[in-house]
């Protein structure tokens, strides 16, 4: 076998791997689904999960890349405020001193 029908192999199973992940991530998220409002029939209020338990599966690479650079805006718009800041402060004592 040549090296590139090898990687296909192997790319194969990981893909069929993965996919076999998602099913069963996909029948546990249904199962507590089900869990939870059964829950809600019985009790008459609604179960929540604890922070962080649901997977976000609608989550796209555009959203990945669009929070990334609201994140690195806001860390750059925070170094921008602390520059101003400290312009604003040594033109504040410019000013005191000259008075």
């Known amino acids: 076998m040549d090296p590139s029908e090898i990687h296909a192999v192997k790319v194969e199973e990981a893909q069929r791997l993965c996919q076999s992940l998602h099913e069963a991530i996909a029948a546990i998220e249904a199962m507590r689904d089900h869990a939870a409002e059964a829950y809600r029939v019985e009790n008459g209020k609604p179960w929540s999960a604890t922070s962080g ?12 890349d669009a929070r990334d650079y609201l994140a690195a805006r806001a860390a750059e718009d925070g170094i921008e405020l602390a520059l101003n800041n400290a312009v604003a402060e040594a033109v504040a004592d410019i000013f005191v001193r000259q008075r």
Do not use: D, E, F, P
Not at 54 to 63: E, F, G, K, P, V
């Open 53 to 64: 338990s649901r997977t976000s599966r609608t989550l796209t690479a555009s959203q990945i």
